[in-house]
């Protein structure tokens, strides 16, 4: 069934999961068949790369959704197996109880059904049906724990998220006007691979005023400043894998459908360039970030306001456009996703045996635990932007594309990096070095998920394999 209909089977085998795992009551097989789903999922997803079946009405495989496609279940796997010692101390502790962990495994799958509909979906109310399904079932898991923060953080990511859907709905609703004249009344007007071949016949003016309603829309999803407040809340509050699911997918689906109605829109060369506008946020974002990371003093609000910080940047990459810039945007984002998904891998764990998020009860980690601290460490430093890693890499295509085009905007770019990292060094130094603060328990948990990704992220940094860049320079070449 994989290798004949892996489309199906990316959709299929998290939906029928998240069903079983609503009735299964014992922990360990939950989690067991949690990461089993996730990992067959990621499975049916590779198999995408060799047979593609033809887009439909509803459903589509192309050159664009497979990177986001792999990306996604590969970190929605190797996620479900930090979650499940991760859930296990949850649940020895007392924080969750085994009603919480039916809920809580059966929203995981849900939460990956929503996401790989939203990357396959061909038709763009679809797509904006999905990614409401994935903001719902991720607000329910962020109040899970069920304390008076937890459920102001999923009422704050609920509204925020309402409003910013609700933009989106509008802009989609302007395109559907816009494509309507052109191209007639019913799902031919909404879906992506028709849109594509007609968009330069439709009002430029449509256009124009639906793309900034679905920038500020899937901006708020994506993170972005100043429609960024719902993201810091949601990680401190939630259960530490979402955190990582949030910060390494669930950001990268709103931008995945961003760059769909950007193709769109530079298909019409009446209608406005939707790069400026992408550049405006992208470097807003990463400059405001870059000063709120000193003002952090909770570990987990920290590294969300980094991946406020480097979705600004990826944004930017994209906005600037160009085979150069698209590729450099797709490296980082990439990198991001497994880099940052690794430090909330440490990051929970740390939390668990500390006890503790706030940045001042926490010292000395390499010294008390050293694999976690040093672990961290690395993951730090990697996403950081330092070499060897990856996100160095990235980074400096980024802005090496920026400056031979804009110089002032490299200078600006440049400007938010550096002052990030600034933070980020200092806040490291306090957490992982000097005498040890906390609990010195041990850690029960797993760190292979977290080696992996940073193993993965260095790698990338020391050497790209020549068929994956020709891979990413020719969906860069598409975005182009």
């Known amino acids: 069934m994989l290798l004949s209909n892996g489309l199906d089977a990316?959709?299929?085998?998290?939906?029928?999961?998240?069903?079983?795992?609503?009735?299964?009551?014992?922990?360990?097989?939950?989690?067991?068949?949690?990461?089993?789903?996730?990992?067959?999922?990621?499975?049916?997803?590779?198999?995408?790369?060799?047979?593609?079946?033809?887009?439909?009405?509803?459903?589509?495989?192309?050159?664009?959704?497979?990177?986001?496609?792999?990306?996604?279940?590969?970190?929605?796997?190797?996620?479900?197996?930090?979650?499940?010692?991760?859930?296990?101390?949850?649940?020895?502790?007392?924080?969750?109880?085994?009603?919480?962990l039916r809920f809580y495994h059966a929203m995981y799958q849900a939460m990956m059904f929503a996401m790989n509909l939203t990357l396959v979906a061909n038709n763009t109310g679809l797509m904006w049906v999905a990614i409401e399904l994935a903001t719902l079932?991720?607000?329910?898991?962020?109040?899970?724990?069920?304390?008076?923060?937890?459920?102001?953080?999923?009422?704050?990511?609920?509204?925020?998220?309402?409003?910013?859907?609700?933009?989106?709905?509008?802009?989609?609703?302007?395109f559907y006007v816009a494509a309507e004249p052109v191209i007639g009344q019913g799902l031919d007007a909404m879906t992506w691979t028709i849109l594509i071949k007609r968009v330069a016949e439709f009002d430029p003016a449509l256009l124009n005023v639906a793309f900034v309603f679905l920038l500020l829309g899937y901006g708020t999803k994506v993170g972005l400043a100043p429609v960024h407040a719902w993201l810091p809340d949601a990680h401190a509050e939630g259960p530490t894998p979402i955190s990582a699911v949030l910060s390494g997918l669930l950001l990268n689906v709103a931008l995945y459908a961003l760059l769909r109605f950007?193709?769109?829109?530079?298909?019409?060369?009446?209608?406005?360039?939707?790069?400026?506008?992408?550049?405006?946020?992208?470097?807003?974002?990463?400059?405001?970030?870059?000063?709120?990371?000193?003002?952090?003093?909770?570990?987990?609000?920290?590294?969300?306001?980094?991946?406020?910080?480097?979705?600004?940047?990826i944004t930017f990459a994209f906005g600037m456009g160009g085979p150069l810039a698209n590729f450099a945007g797709l490296l980082h984002m990439t990198m991001h996703s497994l880099t940052k998904s690794a430090i909330f891998f440490a990051v929970g764990h740390i939390a668990q045996v500390k006890g503790t998020q706030k940045i001042a009860d926490i010292k000395g980690l390499t010294v008390s635990h050293p694999l976690l601290g040093w672990g961290l460490v690395v993951g730090v430093l990697a996403i950081a932007g330092l070499p060897p890693f990856g996100v160095f890499m990235s980074e400096f295509l980024v802005v090496s594309s920026t400056f031979s085009r804009q110089p002032y905007l490299a200078i600006l770019l440049v400007f938010g990096i550096l002052v990030a990292f600034g933070a980020l060094l200092l806040r490291l130094n306090s957490l992982a070095f000097g005498e040890p603060k906390g609990s010195m328990a041990p850690v029960k948990a797993s760190f292979v998920p977290m080696f992996v990704h940073l193993a993965l992220v260095l790698t990338a940094g020391l050497y790209l394999p020549g068929p994956l860049v020709r891979w990413f320079q020719h969906v860069a070449q598409l975005l182009a």
């Open 10 to 100: 990316v959709l299929v085998i998290p939906l029928v999961s998240a069903v079983i795992l609503a009735f299964l009551p014992g922990y360990r097989s939950a989690a067991l068949v949690n990461v089993l789903a996730s990992f067959l999922t990621f499975l049916a997803a590779l198999t995408l790369l060799w047979v593609r079946p033809l887009p439909g009405p509803l459903l589509q495989v192309d050159d664009l959704n497979i990177v986001f496609i792999i990306l996604n279940t590969l970190v929605g796997f190797t996620t479900s197996v930090f979650s499940a010692t991760y859930i296990a101390h949850e649940l020895e502790t007392g924080r969750l109880t085994p009603t919480h």
């Open 137 to 174: 079932s991720t607000v329910l898991m962020v109040g899970m724990y069920r304390t008076p923060e937890a459920l102001e953080a999923a009422w704050k990511y609920f509204i925020l998220g309402s409003v910013g859907i609700a933009l989106a709905l509008f802009g989609t609703i302007l």
């Open 262 to 313: 950007k193709l769109l829109m530079t298909a019409n060369t009446q209608a406005i360039a939707p790069g400026p506008l992408m550049i405006t946020m992208g470097i807003t974002s990463l400059i405001f970030a870059a000063f709120m990371l000193y003002r952090r003093r909770d570990i987990k609000r920290l590294f969300a306001y980094s991946s406020i910080e480097h979705m600004g940047i």
